[in-house]
């Protein structure tokens, strides 16, 4: 079955840098890769996702890239806030979004005023 | 347009108990999913229900079960409980339109087996 990697699993910025988590994937069938920010005591919020037929996704300050030939996908974080400050997980299917996502193990990400 | 909710947010129960979690999805979405949520193991995909059957399931022993109601709602049931069951419960839910939808995911229950 389908195995996601993430890394790294803790990653401290001063505020004003860039911020960029790297997750890798098994199953090539995998086409829906979605990120998102957790914060203490709430559950997933979705930031951004990208489908296997686009290279690269931007929103604000968020972008990811995806690699489909080397099987991972990147998420980018420019000009980091202190309220970025959370823990993101990637995610695989391949189904769409229709049930099964595969989780990374997370990254806990701390931006320093 | 209201979030996915879930109730109850907290449960404390003892060894050899069972519990029922509650999740109301999106206005509109059709497929709730079920994951459980661990320091150890991460997020794990429990079980998929849409149009009150169930199309995925994920690697869990089958005193995990579920179900979904005719207005999507879902329930999902863990009987004769475990220490190791303690955890983090999320629901999500999806329009499902068949064309690849996010999944939105509620606060989740915390579930601590004593």
């Known amino acids: 079955g389908e195995n996601v990697e993430q890394h790294p699993s803790t990653l401290s910025v001063q505020e004003g840098d860039s911020a960029v988590i790297k997750c890798t994937y098994s199953?090539?069938?995998?086409?829906?890769f979605p990120w998102y920010k957790q914060e203490l005591g709430k559950g997933p919020q979705l930031i951004i996702d990208?489908?296997?037929?686009?290279g690269e996704k931007k929103d604000q300050r968020i972008a990811v890239t995806l690699n489909k030939t080397a099987k991972h996908f990147s998420l980018h974080i420019t000009e980091t806030q202190p309220e970025d400050s959370a823990v993101y997980f990637c995610?695989?299917?391949?189904?769409?979004?229709?049930?099964?996502?595969?989780f990374g193990k997370g990254t806990k990400l701390s931006v320093k005023p | 347009k209201a979030g996915v909710t879930q109730t109850p947010r907290y449960l404390i129960k003892t060894r050899g108990q069972q519990v029922t979690l509650s999740c109301s999805p999106i206005?509109?979405?059709?497929?709730v999913s079920w994951y459980q949520q661990t320091p150890g193991q991460g997020l794990q995909f429990l079980f998929e229900?849409?149009?009150?059957?169930?199309?995925n399931k994920g690697n869990f022993p089958g005193r995990f079960s579920g179900r979904q109601f005719s207005n999507s709602r879902s329930e999902m049931n863990v009987s004769t409980l475990e220490l190791g069951d303690s955890a983090l419960y999320l629901c999500?839910?999806?329009?499902?339109?068949?064309?690849?939808?996010?999944?939105?995911f509620g606060p989740g229950t915390r579930l601590t087996v004593l």
């Open positions: 206005s509109g979405h059709r497929s």
């Open positions: 990208i489908r296997s037929n686009v």
């Open positions: 999500a839910s999806s329009f499902a339109s068949g064309k690849g939808d996010t999944q939105y």
């Open positions: 995610a695989a299917s391949t189904r769409g979004s229709q049930g099964n996502l595969i």
């Open positions: 199953d090539s069938a995998s086409n829906y």
């Open positions: 229900y849409f149009s009150e059957t169930q199309r």
